[in-house]
């Protein structure tokens, strides 16, 4: 039984013309036509498109189709996969911006010698502190969020323990999408002490990290209700690949 285009796009909230954007991208299972030409939508594809709109809320539609397309493929648990890596990848993210918070609710940081004289670090040193990749407090560096000192004696990269309070907000806030003049005016706030800006806005990130976790969930959810329906089919003329068995 054939579902008509519009029915699914009311049903979704999107236009028929996403509808064929996702097969040309080819995220859904190839589409038979009518004798007059008209697209054969199935409950088969309806899945697929409500797996479409469910994961891509939350993962975006880079990794919603890279999982997908797999799926197609019969390469199941390679599509678990790539989602693991992305849950992975924001589990981080969820973990530097508690630690962020953290950090700004600390009157010093615990960074100081054997003589109990605040110690400098090196660049590699603040990057696992912070975890942040080296490149990316170099790129900061450039673009003027971090004013960075140099070792007298060899050029290199030196920074305060205060300065691990401004990456680590630098690395949270750009992860929760928030624009270029909100970090540097946060970042200036940060430099005469006043810390009650980045505090807030560190935990208004962690509950946008939440928000993002909660829509990958029910796109996770509709994803392996797709998986269950494939495995379930059973062959390929059912509009769903059979999962590949070792």
Not at 165 to 191: C, G, H, N
């Amino acid at each position: 039984m054939s579902v008509r285009p519009i029915d699914i796009a009311r049903k979704l909230q999107i236009s028929t013309s996403a509808l064929r954007h996702y097969e040309e991208w080819g995220i859904i299972p190839p589409v038979e036509r009518g004798p007059n030409g008209y697209r054969l939508y199935t409950e088969t594809h309806v899945a697929y498109f409500e797996c479409i709109r469910a994961m891509s809320a939350g993962f975006g539609m880079g990794t919603t189709a890279d999982a997908l397309r797999l799926l197609l493929k019969g390469e199941v648990d390679s599509a678990l996969w790539i989602v693991n890596k992305a849950q992975a990848d924001l589990h981080k993210e969820k973990l530097q911006a508690e630690k962020t918070i953290q950090a700004l609710d600390m009157k010093e940081l615990d960074h100081v010698d054997a003589r109990g004289r605040k110690r400098w670090m090196t660049i590699g040193e603040v990057a696992k502190e912070a975890m942040v990749p080296t490149s990316a407090i170099r790129h900061w560096e450039k673009m003027g969020l971090l004013s960075v000192s140099r070792n007298g004696s060899n050029g290199y990269r030196t920074f305060s323990p205060t300065q691990i309070r401004q990456i680590l907000i630098i690395a949270t806030l750009r992860t929760a999408v928030w624009s270029l003049d909100t970090i540097k005016e946060v970042i200036r706030e940060l430099d005469y002490n006043n810390l009650e800006q980045a505090r807030r806005i560190a935990k208004d990130s962690l509950a946008y990290l939440n928000a993002v976790n909660r829509s990958r969930m029910r796109g996770i959810r509709c994803l392996y209700r797709l998986i269950e329906l494939a495995e379930e089919a059973g062959r390929s003329e059912s509009g769903f690949p059979q999962a590949h068995q070792e």
